[in-house]
């Protein structure tokens, strides 16, 4: 089986030439909802305690707050970002602990969970914000198709039928962790209960693999990767401000290209120039458009 990358020329000029592609934030792709799940925050004494019980034995926040709040901020940002992650936020519970919690002799974790449930909207937002942040920051997309004469995928995503299509064999090793997207009709619901409480990974790991039924004509399989294990950054950004992280793709997982019906003359003899230079073992085809239906045709 074979999937299909569509993409500009110059991309696949780049991916032949360096062999290397890009992955891609989820933020810069073209669906609002990807990797955007409904997230329930309704957060239980069980996971409170869990968080915060560090923070209760502590007994040096005082001093932090004394001698370094913008280190308090940091760590506390790092060990817990659905809180600390806005210094607005931080802000107002800061002022609620010292000026309420000492004086009255409560715990930290009990004043939070009053704090959250008194703002749940709020603490809705700032979750997903923290939850789309990580994500966008952290890990890449390619997505591939395992359509390759789609009308809408040639006019959406390769330059108007101008770029190509590179075509790879499904079963190399570098696509053993690919996944084919599953498309339904309601949104997919995640509780940040069991997100902390690592009950339900399997779960969170379908939302990075599930769409609506909007997209389902695309027929993708995505495979992700962390941005750290990056062959390189590019000094430039893409047209949505995105940072371009490139992966290594071997040569031997490309079976073959196809040239967009309108790609340019000097185009096309360039990329077929690349395939002989680079000794590529791979087939050449080219996408037509049937006279007599709405079809493209590949040969």
């Avoid at 089986?1 to 062999?19: A, W």
């Avoid at 809180?83 to 939070?112: C, H, M, P, Q, T």
Wanted: proline residues 2%; glycine residues 4%.
């Amino acid at each position: 089986m074979e999937l299909y990358k569509y993409t500009s020329v110059q991309n696949g000029i780049n991916i032949l030439t360096n062999l290397e592609i890009r992955f891609t934030q989820p933020n810069a792709l073209n669906d609002v909802f990807e990797m955007f799940p409904h997230l329930l925050t309704d957060i239980s004494d069980e996971v409170f305690e869990l968080l915060f019980k560090d923070l209760e034995s502590s007994g040096n926040i005082e001093e932090l707050w004394e001698n370094a709040l913008d280190d308090f901020y940091k760590s506390m940002a790092k060990k817990y970002p659905y809180i600390f992650g806005n210094k607005e936020v931080a802000d107002n519970f800061l002022k609620k602990l010292f000026n309420e919690s000492y004086l009255k002799g409560r715990g930290i974790s009990e004043l939070i969970f009053q704090f959250i449930r008194e703002n749940p909207d709020d603490f809705q937002k700032k979750c997903i914000y923290q939850f789309i942040e990580f994500i966008n920051s952290n890990v890449g997309v390619l997505s591939l198709s395992e359509l390759n004469s789609d009308n809408r995928l040639w006019g959406n995503y390769a330059n108007s039928h101008s770029g190509v299509v590179i075509c790879f064999d499904k079963s190399h090793p570098f696509f053993q962790d690919i996944k084919k997207v599953i498309y339904v009709e309601n949104r997919e619901a995640v509780k940040l209960n069991d997100i902390i409480l690592g009950k339900s990974n399997s779960h969170i790991r379908d939302v990075f693999y599930t769409k609506s039924k909007d997209w389902e004509y695309e027929k993708e399989y995505r495979k992700l990767a962390y941005f750290n294990n990056s062959k390189r950054k590019l000094d430039k950004v893409d047209s949505l401000q995105y940072p371009i992280y490139l992966f290594d793709v071997p040569k031997d997982a490309i079976s073959g290209i196809i040239l967009g019906s309108k790609i340019k003359q000097n185009e096309e003899d360039e990329i077929v120039q690349i395939i002989k230079r680079d000794n590529y073992n791979i087939y050449t085809k080219k996408a037509i458009i049937s006279t007599s239906d709405y079809k493209i045709i590949i040969r």
